[in-house]
């Protein structure tokens, strides 16, 4: 498996962003089922993007659909 430097709490420079945003995504599946979360666990997130292009100018932000984690500009955030 391959392991990263992310850690299992956000930390980062977006850190304290990815705990907002991750507010802002109302109804994920964290209760989907068990070959999504192996997917998540391997890092094959569900990717989704928010339009909060006007929220959070100039920063990518996604949210995993399966999962808690938020991704921004490429680094991504357990929230
Ligand atoms: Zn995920």
Not at 33 to 38: D, E, I, M, V, Y
Not at 48 to 56: K, M
């Amino acid at each position: 498996m391959v392991t990263s430097t992310q850690s299992s709490f956000p930390e980062g420079p977006d850190a304290n962003l990815a705990i907002r945003v991750a507010k802002l995504w109302p109804h994920r599946k964290h209760e989907s089922n068990w070959l999504k979360g192996l997917f998540c666990a391997l890092g094959g997130h569900r990717w989704r993007s928010l339009n909060l292009a006007e929220l959070v100018p100039g920063k990518k932000i996604q949210h995993c659909f399966w999962c808690s984690k938020v991704r921004i500009d490429g680094i991504i955030y357990r929230v």
